[in-house]
């Protein structure tokens, strides 16, 4: 229960449900299915239900954008394999946003800066930060 971030079995029983259920597993491959599943959620390093319920809608969401691209190239028409293209398009950017949203979450919201490059001036002792262009 502690890959799905909560100690309730109940509550773990549910989201599990949901993955499953968005997952559109078929019952020859059941098993390897839903331990592949948690498998992804321990991995992701779930520490409680909004991180659990975040990263389910995430393995939902990429397995969709990954059947629009399937679907894509069965298509026999262009306009079909546009239409499909589309909707994988708008899920992998949909994608990336429930990254962010995540990340932020498990960040508490703190922001922090990371200093890349520190260049020293050796006239006055002053440092930049930031990029620095010259022009030679």
């Known amino acids: 229960m ?5 100690h309730s079995p109940e509550l773990a029983q549910m ?4 993955l499953v259920s968005a997952s559109e597993i078929n019952s020859r491959q059941a098993e390897d299915d839903i331990n592949g599943l948690l498998a992804f959620l321990q991995e992701m ?3 409680d239900p909004v991180e659990a319920m975040l990263v389910c809608q995430m393995v939902a969401c990429n397995q969709q954008a990954v059947k629009m691209l399937q679907q894509s190239r069965q298509e026999m028409h262009a306009d079909s394999t546009e239409q499909w293209l589309k909707i994988a398009n708008r899920l992998m950017a949909l994608f ?5 949203a995540l990340a932020k979450y498990k960040r508490k919201g703190h922001q922090s800066m990371q200093v890349e490059h520190l260049y020293i001036n050796n006239d006055n ?3 930049v930060i930031g990029s620095i262009n010259s022009s030679r």
């Open 125 to 127: 002792g002053q440092a």
């Open 96 to 100: 990336v946003k429930q990254t962010e």
């Open 45 to 47: 390093h779930v520490e």
């Open 15 to 18: 989201l599990l449900q949901q």
């Open 2 to 6: 502690s890959s799905v971030g909560t």
